[in-house]
């Protein structure tokens, strides 16, 4: 086994462990993971609790199953709308070019130049604070980056001498943009789709923090992850579960992206 | 030839790449001081490594497995970092092939040319600025207070090459590796670089190692000449001898592919097929504060015509126009003023012959690398010029590509590769066949083979003359190199400054050229002429021994 099919089964194997537990706890935690127990509080990992208990006495194990698939929701669904619009609009900029362009581009500066997490604030509060709201805020949020990794990427393509052997044939502009223009900017929106995916758990952690994210109590890693603050030097367990579970679902939609960007490139299937 | 000492001994040196893979093979060479030796070979030969070994500046996968190389009879092999770096620059200097990226962007010329100075001679500053002026002078420029004070990119290509030369000169190093020095250069200035080159080094009694692809360019100025294929010295001699009486295959092979011209052909010359009228092109009036630039006028009226069956070659020096008169005939620009006929029809987007233009006129570009979409199979890339065809069905088209990937032998299983797999002139062999496969009337071909290496161009070429023979389309052949031109055109436009010098039949400007500036084209390039005994003998095309003008001068303005 090379390192390239090993890196795409180890992101393979991490991701549907994730959404295998995404599915499971819809229909089954051990504990339930909004019910207190007072007895119980800041319970170390044991028999019982395999992941211990919180301030509440909740069970952390259940939480963090329910909170899976609220989180990989919220980012994969922010994930797929940011690209979605990111990599039209910016393959719109990049290949019209002239003013069309221009317009697009300051409005796409303008959302730039706030940082993200400040946008989907004001956003929120405009759209209030629910699951889709927050999907929405931070997909509106993200795409800007997109736009502007796919419109340069498009500049550059534009220039290259296929697209114009494209045009000399007498192609329309639309399937030179679909058929030759779009497939060679997948590899760095693959890169930048994956990345994006953590960074949205990690800004949903922060919404959730702020008070603007999922309403408590409903878990999510994110405010898992926040609601450990203040415990974390009796009870390091409720910081240190929530964020391997962070890190290995990263781990492994990052190796499963990298993985899939090589198989969608004729260059890294085969050598001569 | 008085016998003069040794000066740089290579002895049965290998280089490995790893895995047994041998970049260089057990290759020996003998340079006396003040010697010219040419190596010639296609890329992968080899001779850019050995020429690198000579430094010891080979990238860090290529090993020595074998061998040493002797400069004044000191192994290089034996000495420590600080002892190299006492002989790069003072007793073996460089000069590259890229002079855009071989001068350090962020720095000014004079402090480049003092960094080696000082690096390896005590004097204070200043004492060595009457150096760096004289030398300077020497490679030709002039406003040398003024260069000093320059960035490299205000400088042409050709100057910059000279800087680079100068900068190589000014330690008097009793070596100079040129490698391919003036490819990157138009045809004129690469005369005069050359030759200023070679005239600064024999002064200094500077040995030269002179690297090159191009094999007239070698015969003419090398003493004795290297040739090289995959690794191994084939054939090494006197440049005369190696060229009168070729003992190797291989050498004979590099001989056979220079441009031969051919029995002019029979024309039919009453209704052209293509004709242009005017043709201006302006580009930019780019907006400043307040007021519009001046348009940069990049055609200036050019009219000509392209008649069925014919072969155009269009020359010039790159700036020339050439390329954008291309673009405008394959419909890839329009002109700012002036019209285009297609089978006498005007030719407008939307009127009633675009179709058939669109469909007819095809474009091959120079690079192969850049012109087929990296993910698409070489089937579907030939298959995608048929998909608006009419009235051919599925099977119809299947054969079509099936006789097009034949036509330019890439049959078999070709059709399934992808273009990272293919060479370069395979890639331009996919090119060709994506234009073929729609049986046009017109194919334009900018620079076409100019990326490839000099067998393969000759295969292309030979490919091209044959296809155009038998299925009779026309053909704009774009192309600043004269020879290709004079073995494939049947009539040459001379391209000058977005104007016609001078156009003709082939014959009649290649042998009695009336305008200026197609003699000095034509002066700029050595040629060699089959001998009927097998080997070529050089010659220049008209008065040799011009004299080497100073370049044109001073930093442009950016």
Same mark, same amino acid.
């Given at each position: 086994?090379?390192?390239?099919?090993?890196?795409?089964?180890?992101?393979?194997?991490?991701?549907?462990?994730?959404?295998?537990?995404?599915?499971?706890?819809?229909?089954?935690?051990?504990?339930?993971?909004?019910?207190?127990?007072?007895?119980?509080?800041?319970?170390?990992?044991?028999?019982?609790?395999?992941?211990?208990?919180?301030?509440?006495?909740?069970?952390?194990?259940?939480?963090?199953?329910?909170?899976?698939?609220?989180?990989? *929701?919220?980012?994969?669904?922010?994930?797929?709308?940011?690209?979605?619009?990111?990599?039209?609009?910016?393959?719109?900029?990049?290949?019209?070019?002239?003013?069309?362009?221009?317009?697009?581009?300051?409005?796409?500066?303008?959302?730039?130049?706030?940082?993200?997490?400040?946008?989907?604030?004001?956003?929120?509060?405009?759209?209030?604070?629910?699951?889709?709201?927050?999907?929405?805020?931070?997909?509106?949020?993200?795409?800007?980056?997109?736009?502007?990794?796919?419109?340069?990427?498009?500049?550059?393509?534009?220039?290259?001498?296929?697209? *114009?052997?494209?045009?000399?044939?007498?192609?329309?502009?639309?399937?030179?943009?679909?058929?030759?223009?779009?497939?060679?900017?997948?590899?760095?929106?693959?890169?930048?789709?994956?990345?994006?995916?953590?960074?949205?758990?990690?800004?949903?952690?922060?919404?959730?923090?702020?008070?603007?994210?999922?309403?408590?109590?409903?878990?999510?890693?994110?405010?898992?992850?926040?609601?450990?603050?203040?415990?974390?030097?009796?009870?390091?367990?409720?910081?240190?579960?929530?964020?391997?579970?962070?890190?290995?679902?990263?781990?492994?939609?990052?190796?499963?992206?990298?993985?899939?960007?090589? *198989?969608?490139?004729?260059?890294?299937?085969?050598?001569? | 030839?008085?016998?003069?000492?040794?000066?740089?001994?290579?002895?049965?040196?290998?280089?490995?790449?790893?895995?047994?893979?041998?970049?260089?093979?057990?290759?020996?060479?003998?340079?006396?001081?003040?010697?010219?030796?040419?190596?010639?070979?296609?890329?992968?030969?080899?001779?850019?490594?050995?020429?690198?070994?000579?430094?010891?500046?080979?990238?860090?996968?290529?090993?020595?497995?074998?061998?040493?190389?002797?400069?004044?009879?000191?192994?290089?092999?034996?000495?420590?970092?600080?002892?190299?770096?006492?002989?790069?620059?003072?007793?073996?200097?460089?000069?590259?092939?890229?002079?855009?990226?071989?001068?350090?962007?962020?720095?000014?010329?004079?402090?480049?040319?003092?960094?080696?100075?000082?690096?390896?001679?005590? %004097?204070?500053?200043?004492?060595?600025?009457?150096?760096?002026?004289?030398?300077?002078?020497?490679?030709?420029?002039?406003?040398?207070?003024?260069?000093?004070?320059?960035?490299?990119?205000?400088?042409?290509?050709?100057?910059?090459?000279?800087?680079?030369?100068?900068? =190589?000169?000014?330690?008097?190093?009793?070596?100079?590796?040129? #490698?391919?020095?003036?490819?990157?250069?138009?045809?004129?200035?690469?005369?005069?670089?050359?030759?200023?080159?070679?005239?600064?080094?024999?002064?200094?009694?500077?040995?030269?190692?002179?690297?090159?692809?191009?094999?007239?360019?070698?015969?003419?100025?090398?003493?004795?000449?290297?040739?090289?294929?995959?690794?191994?010295?084939?054939?090494?001699?006197?440049?005369?001898?190696?060229?009168?009486?070729?003992?190797?295959?291989?050498?004979?092979?590099?001989?056979?592919?220079?441009?031969?011209?051919? =029995?002019?052909?029979?024309?039919?010359?009453?209704?052209?097929?293509?004709?242009?009228?005017?043709?201006?092109?302006?580009?930019?009036?780019?907006?400043?504060?307040?007021?519009?630039?001046?348009?940069?006028?990049?055609?200036?009226?050019?009219?000509?015509?392209?008649?069925?069956?014919?072969?155009?070659?269009?020359?010039?020096?790159?700036?020339?126009?050439?390329?954008?008169?291309?673009?405008?005939?394959?419909?890839?620009?329009?002109?700012?003023?002036?019209?285009?006929?297609?089978?006498?029809?005007?030719?407008?987007?939307?009127?009633?012959?675009?179709?058939?233009?669109?469909?007819?006129? !095809?474009?091959?570009?120079?690079?192969?690398?850049?012109?087929?979409?990296?993910?698409?199979?070489? %089937?579907?890339?030939?298959?995608?010029?048929?998909?608006?065809?009419?009235?051919?069905?599925?099977?119809?088209?299947?054969?079509?590509? !099936?006789?097009?990937?034949?036509?330019?032998?890439?049959?078999?299983?070709?059709?399934?590769?992808?273009?990272?797999?293919?060479?370069?002139? %395979?890639?331009?062999?996919?090119?060709?066949?994506?234009?073929?496969?729609?049986?046009?009337?017109?194919?334009?071909?900018?620079?076409?083979?100019?990326?490839?290496?000099?067998?393969?161009?000759?295969?292309?070429? #030979?490919?091209?003359?044959?296809?155009?023979?038998?299925?009779?389309?026309?053909?704009?052949?774009?192309?600043? #190199?004269?020879?290709?031109?004079?073995?494939?055109?049947?009539?040459?436009?001379?391209?000058?400054?977005?104007?016609?010098?001078?156009?003709?039949?082939? #014959?009649?400007?290649?042998?009695?050229? !009336?305008?200026?500036?197609?003699?000095?084209?034509?002066?700029?390039?050595?040629?060699?002429?089959?001998?009927?005994?097998?080997?070529?003998?050089?010659?220049?095309?008209?008065?040799?021994?011009?004299?080497?003008?100073?370049?044109?001068? =001073?930093?442009?303005?950016?």
């Amino acid at each position: 086994m090379n390192r390239r099919s090993l890196s795409f089964w180890l992101g393979a194997g991490l991701v549907s462990v994730v959404v295998v537990v995404a599915l499971l706890a819809t229909f089954w935690t051990p504990y339930d993971p909004l019910k207190l127990d007072f007895k119980t509080r800041l319970a170390a990992p044991g028999w019982q609790h395999w992941m211990g208990t919180d301030e509440l006495g909740r069970d952390v194990l259940s939480r963090l199953m329910r909170g899976t698939a609220t989180s990989i *929701r919220i980012s994969l669904s922010t994930v797929f709308l940011a690209t979605f619009f990111g990599v039209l609009i910016g393959a719109l900029s990049g290949y019209l070019r002239g003013w069309p362009d221009r317009i697009l581009m300051a409005i796409n500066d303008a959302l730039l130049a706030f940082p993200g997490l400040l946008m989907a604030l004001g956003l929120l509060a405009v759209f209030g604070a629910s699951t889709s709201g927050i999907i929405i805020a931070l997909a509106l949020a993200y795409a800007s980056s997109v736009v502007r990794v796919v419109r340069g990427t498009v500049l550059g393509l534009r220039e290259r001498d296929f697209v *114009r052997a494209s045009r000399v044939m007498g192609n329309s502009e639309t399937y030179t943009l679909l058929r030759h223009v779009l497939p060679n900017c997948i590899a760095p929106v693959i890169v930048m789709a994956t990345s994006m995916c953590g960074w949205i758990i990690l800004a949903e952690s922060s919404l959730s923090f702020l008070g603007l994210g999922v309403a408590p109590p409903a878990p999510t890693w994110g405010n898992m992850l926040a609601g450990s603050r203040s415990y974390v030097s009796q009870a390091a367990w409720l910081a240190i579960f929530p964020g391997l579970a962070i890190s290995l679902a990263l781990l492994g939609i990052n190796l499963l992206g990298d993985a899939l960007r090589d *198989r969608l490139d004729p260059r890294m299937r085969r050598r001569v | 030839m008085t016998p003069s000492p040794t000066l740089l001994q290579i002895q049965n040196l290998s280089l490995s790449a790893g895995a047994g893979k041998l970049v260089v093979r057990n290759a020996s060479l003998q340079l006396a001081a003040g010697e010219i030796v040419g190596i010639v070979g296609e890329s992968g030969s080899g001779k850019t490594m050995l020429s690198r070994a000579v430094m010891r500046l080979t990238p860090h996968a290529i090993s020595r497995s074998a061998g040493d190389i002797l400069l004044d009879g000191q192994s290089l092999y034996a000495m420590n970092e600080r002892q190299l770096r006492a002989v790069r620059g003072p007793r073996v200097a460089m000069v590259f092939q890229e002079p855009m990226t071989s001068l350090t962007p962020t720095l000014s010329i004079g402090e480049q040319l003092l960094e080696g100075l000082r690096m390896h001679l005590p %004097q204070a500053r200043e004492e060595h600025m009457p150096r760096i002026h004289a030398m300077l002078e020497r490679v030709g420029l002039r406003d040398t207070q003024r260069i000093l004070s320059a960035f490299p990119h205000e400088f042409s290509g050709g100057m910059r090459q000279r800087i680079m030369i100068a900068s =190589a000169m000014l330690l008097r190093p009793a070596l100079l590796i040129a #490698d391919e020095p003036t490819t990157a250069l138009d045809a004129v200035v690469q005369r005069e670089v050359m030759e200023m080159m070679l005239e600064l080094t024999r002064e200094n009694g500077t040995a030269v190692l002179l690297i090159s692809h191009d094999l007239p360019m070698v015969a003419r100025y090398a003493d004795r000449m290297v040739v090289m294929k995959q690794g191994d010295i084939v054939e090494t001699g006197p440049t005369a001898q190696v060229l009168a009486a070729p003992a190797h295959d291989y050498t004979r092979q590099l001989l056979r592919t220079l441009p031969q011209r051919r =029995a002019p052909r029979q024309i039919d010359r009453t209704a052209p097929l293509m004709s242009a009228r005017d043709l201006v092109l302006e580009f930019g009036g780019r907006q400043r504060w307040f007021r519009k630039g001046a348009p940069a006028r990049v055609l200036k009226g050019i009219s000509l015509d392209i008649f069925p069956g014919e072969v155009v070659a269009v020359v010039g020096e790159s700036g020339s126009g050439k390329t954008t008169l291309g673009m405008i005939l394959s419909g890839l620009l329009q002109p700012t003023s002036g019209s285009l006929r297609y089978k006498g029809q005007p030719l407008l987007p939307g009127s009633p012959g675009f179709k058939d233009y669109r469909y007819n006129c !095809q474009m091959v570009f120079q690079d192969p690398y850049s012109s087929l979409d990296p993910r698409m199979t070489v %089937q579907a890339l030939v298959a995608e010029a048929l998909r608006m065809a009419e009235g051919l069905s599925a099977s119809d088209k299947r054969e079509r590509v !099936q006789q097009a990937l034949a036509d330019v032998g890439l049959g078999g299983d070709f059709a399934t590769r992808y273009p990272h797999e293919l060479s370069g002139g %395979q890639r331009q062999r996919v090119a060709i066949a994506r234009v073929l496969v729609r049986r046009p009337a017109l194919m334009i071909a900018d620079e076409a083979v100019s990326a490839l290496d000099v067998t393969v161009r000759a295969q292309v070429l #030979d490919l091209l003359a044959e296809l155009q023979q038998r299925y009779g389309f026309s053909c704009l052949f774009i192309s600043h #190199d004269l020879g290709v031109v004079e073995q494939i055109a049947d009539r040459v436009i001379v391209v000058q400054g977005g104007v016609i010098a001078e156009q003709g039949t082939r #014959d009649a400007v290649f042998d009695q050229p !009336q305008n200026p500036y197609t003699r000095q084209l034509l002066d700029a390039i050595p040629m060699l002429q089959a001998t009927p005994d097998g080997g070529v003998h050089l010659r220049w095309r008209h008065a040799e021994g011009r004299t080497n003008a100073p370049a044109d001068n =001073a930093a442009y303005p950016a």
